[in-house]
């Protein structure tokens, strides 16, 4: 759990338009300043003292001065933390600084910080002593003065002289006036608390100039969703201002809550026409009262002591007993020299200590602190202490621009007499005004309201102590609110949604209105309900029975669906089973016909091969002499089809696709910003120059190279083509081209994967979506080879680089003798790379409009690595995988003959190889009587993509040598196979 859990309140603005978070805003209230100087038992400082002691190196905590955690007096109960949980408060170190990164905290100005953060531990070292005039006098025997003024960049008896004394101008002469050894301790107080708390209103005020929308959203287009999150009801061993304060707060809270939830609704019940009956409930209006009430109130009366320079808190406390000793609510103390008094609160009863409120409610500066802030060589220092602290304690930077300032001040040197001067507000006047800032808020939006309780008071795991959560639950008006919600009408729908919601239970059809509301429960027999004007009113347990009757007629819906579905499926089944049965008769009908059709075409066969036997020797011997020729009736070309000659087609750009579930980075083109600091945002020429300006140096290794991951402006598909052949792992960063920044490609399974990183405005880069901030893109690439960017266990393994001998990023480089040096450290890598690459990796990937049927290797190819042998074959082919072709079946008395060029062809003879039959082209050319033979030819025709009607057609005829035709096989059919 977190001890310091609470210590301000805060109110976050999430502003929206059209559905889209826009941007945000973080209010503050009352930090609690006094707890860096001093710790109740048991308590801790703030958190960020014990990180920077557990996170930062020995070299950076030797730089900001800070030694053992035991010797701070501002760390008044120890080391804390840092002795139970070293690893954990070092880890959460760890987690804020990538945090400030993250949101754009630059290096000077953490630098600066930590500083400041340093020399707040260090003020509570400086010791104070008396002398004879019992005047404050430094005793800074551990140099604490000089680690300060170091830190803080001021000069040391500067700070010296504004702890010990102060200076006044009176009619042109300076008055000094000595602290005493309390006032200088006071002094130096005031400063420490000063000193965190402008810091911390520096850091929500650099978040909200981080958060702000982009662009100015009218009123009229803008929603907010605001998140208070604010301390609860206190009552400790020892309560003091902060306390009275956050009780307050709670009072103001508590009324807001009672007046939402009771008395409106009651209003609502009577504005209605409900026969309502009033429920008492406990309204604190008149302990708001108590507080708040001018002249007169516990605060005003504050206020009015803190001006009184011989002011104290005893003197308060007297006022307070004069004032409201007939309160109901005020509470004096017996002993009448305490300092302490009561108030009953609307959670119980609690005493405070009224020491030290008078110093807590002025927090005023001593005299010559601004100024020697304001002149610090600490930059951020002197710009927190420039700003301007609003009425509400918060710290306003931009009002130092104020355009009326100027106005102001020479109305003021034109005014006479004596000039007014603007009183400080106290911090008792600025808490009043952050109240009433927020109810207005409160009172402008729709309340839901979520109550934090405490199981026990040792903040241990599975513990729940009864009493304690008892009366956390009275005192924050839970066990009230309960009570009234069931005595009331918690379901308020209007006619027309109830309606609409329930009409199925009336069983007819109903108007929407408090008629048609009324015969839906009295169908359903429900009782204490009321019809209002507008309105219907159920009790809360009304919602229950009405669903579990809308429940019963679905259960009746869903069995008719099961009767009629379970009728309708039988009906499909047997229409189904019908049809498969005319099927398969119609199928033994088909099986039939063809039996018979093929009986007779074996029939026709075996007449033609008989007319055939019968043609005398001397024909084929006439044909082999080549003494006669034969004419062919070519066959009547078909019928000549007149088209458009199409025209020639372009090759359409493949779009890419992105899946919904594909990468993670898609490359947006925001709005082109005119006339930016680089041009045009989203073109090539600005891209180039804002590497050329900002990260070209950035980029460069040592030898003055890049990386061999880095990759100039290249697309996101072309990424993808150099990452497709590779391995699981391979990466490479290319610069984005659509905004100032880079994309991460990464060789996932399956895909490959796209990550967007940007540049912060610090300088350091990001992976869009992951936490982790990065200064150089050397330090992201190494993280990520070690740690998974992406949920699913993506890791960076190896660099892809340039796979061509011409750089990509050619254009990024400034000027010629860079190009030389890239280009040569590009070429050694290349080399190197091809060297340790093996000789046959992959097969290669074909490309668009080439044959994807690959040459088989030649036997005396080496095998590859991790591939299977091949085994030899007495054809001499192999396929790609390493078997054997195997040839062509050939019918009974044929053989395998190679041809002139190497081909093997099937040749029928019983007795051996027939002499290289020759090829002979027969060109017929077909007219109106027929077609014509053109004789024979060696030399083989073109063929045509598409012919005319009057064109001659081609066809291969090999030389027919005289032999007898071989024996037809047994018919299949006839032999039972």
């Avoid at 402008?198 to 605001?226: C, D, H, M």
């Avoid at 359409?652 to 709005?671: A, G, H, M, N, R």
């Amino acid at each position: 759990m977190n001890d310091n859990s609470s210590r301000f309140g805060k109110y976050i603005q999430l502003k929206f338009k059209d559905g889209q978070v826009m941007g945000a805003k973080i209010s503050e209230y009352l930090l609690e300043k006094s707890r860096v100087i001093h710790q109740n038992p048991g308590e801790e400082n703030f958190h960020i003292f014990y990180y920077m002691m557990a996170g930062l190196s020995p070299e950076q905590q030797k730089k900001y001065h800070i030694g053992d955690p035991a010797k701070y007096k501002n760390l008044n109960n120890g080391p804390g933390c840092l002795k139970s949980n070293p690893a954990g408060v070092k880890k959460h170190f760890t987690s804020l600084t990538n945090a400030m990164d993250l949101v754009g905290f630059l290096d000077e100005e953490i630098d600066e910080m930590y500083k400041i953060l340093s020399a707040v531990l260090s003020m509570g070292e400086i010791q104070f002593g008396a002398n004879d005039d019992d005047s404050a006098v430094v005793q800074d025997s551990t140099q604490s003065i000089q680690t300060i003024t170091e830190l803080l960049g001021v000069e040391p008896e500067k700070v010296k002289n504004v702890l010990t004394f102060s200076s006044n101008y009176a009619k042109g002469s300076i008055i000094r006036r000595n602290y005493t050894k309390q006032q200088a301790q006071d002094a130096r107080d005031a400063m420490t608390k000063a000193l965190y708390g402008r810091l911390f209103s520096w850091i929500v005020n650099k978040i909200n100039q981080q958060l702000a929308p982009e662009v100015t959203i009218a009123a009229s287009e803008a929603t907010e969703i605001g998140i208070l999150d604010i301390f609860g009801f206190e009552h400790l061993q020892t309560n003091s201002f902060e306390q009275i304060c956050i009780n307050l707060a709670n009072e103001q809270l508590q009324y807001f809550f009672n007046q939402h939830i009771f008395l409106l609704e009651q209003e609502e019940y009577k504005a209605e026409g409900i026969d309502w009956t009033y429920v008492p409930f406990v309204n604190n209006q008149s302990l708001l009262n108590l507080f708040m009430t001018k002249p007169i109130g516990i605060f005003a009366l504050l206020d009015e002591e803190s001006l009184f320079p011989q002011g104290s808190d005893h003197s308060y406390v007297e006022k307070l007993n004069r004032n409201f000793q007939s309160n109901h609510h005020y509470i004096k103390a017996k002993v009448s020299t305490s300092n302490n008094f009561s108030i009953d609160h609307y959670a119980g009863r609690v005493s405070y200590s009224a020491d030290n409120f008078l110093e807590k409610n002025r927090d005023n500066l001593p005299n010559g602190v601004m100024q020697m802030l304001t002149a610090s060589t600490n930059d951020l220092l002197g710009q927190i202490f420039r700003g301007t602290i609003t009425r509400t304690g918060t710290l306003a930077l931009q009002l130092r621009t104020n355009d009326n300032k100027k106005e102001r001040k020479s109305v003021r040197k034109r005014g006479f007499g004596r000039q007014q001067t603007t009183r400080k507000l106290t911090q008792g006047a600025q808490f009043k005004n952050s109240l009433n800032v927020l109810l207005e808020l409160l009172n402008l939006s729709n309340p839901h309201f979520v109550r934090c309780i405490k199981p026990n008071t040792t903040k241990a795991p599975k513990a729940f102590e009864d009493k304690y959560v008892n009366a956390q639950l009275r005192y924050t008006g839970m066990l009230e609110t309960t009570r009234i919600r069931r005595m009331g009408y918690a379901l308020r729908p209007k006619f027309s949604d109830f309606v609409n919601r329930y009409r199925l239970l009336a069983r007819k059809k109903i108007s929407e209105n408090g008629k048609g509301c009324e015969e839906i429960l009295k169908g359903c027999g429900l009782t204490q309900w009321h019809i209002g004007k507008t309105k219907l009113f159920l009790k809360y347990y009304h919602q229950d029975q009405l669903e579990e009757q809308l429940q019963k007629v679905g259960q009746c819906a869903v069995h008719i669906q099961k009767i009629v579905r379970g009728f309708l499926g039988r009906q499909e089944y047997k229409r189904c089973k019908e049809q498969a049965r005319r099927q398969a008769a119609a199928m033994e009908t088909f099986l039939a016909e063809i039996q018979d059709l093929s009986l007779t075409h074996h029939q026709q066969i075996e007449k033609l091969c008989e007319k055939d036997r019968r043609i005398s020797q001397s024909f084929f011997g006439k044909i082999k002499e080549n003494k006669e020729k034969v004419q062919f009736q070519a066959p009547a070309p078909p019928p000549a089809i007149i088209e458009d000659e199409p025209e020639p087609e372009e090759e359409e750009l493949e779009e890419e696709e992105v899946d919904s579930d594909d990468v993670i980075e898609d490359e947006f083109v925001k709005t082109v910003k005119k006339g930016g600091k680089f041009g045009a945002l989203g073109t090539k020429a600005a891209t180039i120059k804002w590497f050329k300006t900002t990260q070209s140096e950035k980029l460069r290794e040592n030898t003055g190279v890049f990386s061999n991951w880095f990759h100039g402006i290249i697309t996101r598909r072309q990424a993808e083509e150099l990452l497709d052949s590779k391995p699981l792992g391979y990466y490479l960063i290319r610069v984005s081209e659509s905004r100032f920044g880079y994309s991460l490609s990464l060789r996932a399974e399956q895909r490959c994967k796209h990550f967007m990183i940007d540049q912060l405005p610090n300088g350091k880069y990001n992976v869009v979506g992951e936490a982790q901030v990065f200064r150089t893109l050397n330090d992201l690439v190494y993280f990520y080879e070690k740690e998974p960017i992406s949920p699913f266990g993506d890791v960076l393994k190896t660099p892809c680089g340039q796979e061509t001998d011409e750089c990509d990023y050619a254009e990024l480089v400034e000027d010629d003798k860079d190009q030389a040096k890239i280009m040569a450290t590009h070429s050694a890598r290349r080399s190197r790379v091809m060297q340790q690459a093996p000789q046959i990796n992959a097969p290669p990937k074909p490309q668009r409009g080439q044959n994807n049927n690959l040459a088989p290797p030649s036997p005396t190819s080496p095998t590859p690595q991790g591939s299977r042998p091949r085994s030899k074959s007495p054809h001499g082919k192999r396929n790609s995988g390493g078997r054997p072709i195997r040839p062509p079946p050939t019918r009974p008395g044929s053989y395998l003959s190679p041809d002139q060029n190497g081909n093997e062809t099937s040749a029928i003879n019983s007795d051996g190889p027939p002499p290289l039959p020759a090829k002979t082209y027969m060109t017929m050319t077909p007219g109106p009587g027929g077609s014509t033979n053109n004789g024979p030819s060696n030399v083989p025709p073109p063929l045509p993509q598409r012919l005319p009607s009057n064109a001659s057609y081609s066809y291969v005829m090999p030389d027919m040598e005289a032999r007898p035709p071989p024996p037809l096989p047994p018919h299949p059919v006839g032999n039972g196979q």
